[in-house]
């Protein structure tokens, strides 16, 4: 079976959602281990993240980090 290389797109959305994981858990002052399974726990990661990639590429890290601790809170208030 022939690897398929990634393209431009998907590794943008990939850095992307290195740099949100990375950036909420600093934020939190958690591990980025740590936020990525909290965010994986309850879907965020897809939902939130990647699949708002186009939205959410556009703000400041601050921006994007209060956005992901925001909606995981709401998630875990649940």
Same mark, same amino acid.
């Given at each position: 079976?022939? +690897?398929?290389? /990634?393209?431009? $797109?998907?590794?943008?959305?990939? $850095?992307?959602?290195?740099?949100?994981?990375?950036?909420?858990?600093? +934020?939190?002052?958690?591990? /980025?281990?740590?936020?990525?399974?909290?965010?994986? +726990?309850v879907g965020l990661?897809?939902?939130?993240?990647?699949?708002?990639?186009?939205?959410?590429?556009?703000?400041?890290?601050? $921006?994007?980090?209060?956005?992901?601790?925001?909606?995981? +809170?709401?998630?875990?208030?649940?």
């Amino acid at each position: 079976m022939e +690897k398929r290389e /990634p393209n431009s $797109a998907e590794l943008d959305r990939l $850095a992307f959602t290195v740099l949100a994981i990375e950036a909420s858990a600093q +934020k939190m002052g958690i591990s /980025p281990s740590e936020m990525r399974r909290r965010l994986d +726990k309850v879907g965020l990661i897809k939902s939130l993240i990647q699949d708002c990639y186009d939205t959410l590429h556009t703000e400041s890290r601050d $921006a994007v980090a209060n956005d992901v601790i925001e909606a995981l +809170k709401n998630w875990e208030r649940e």
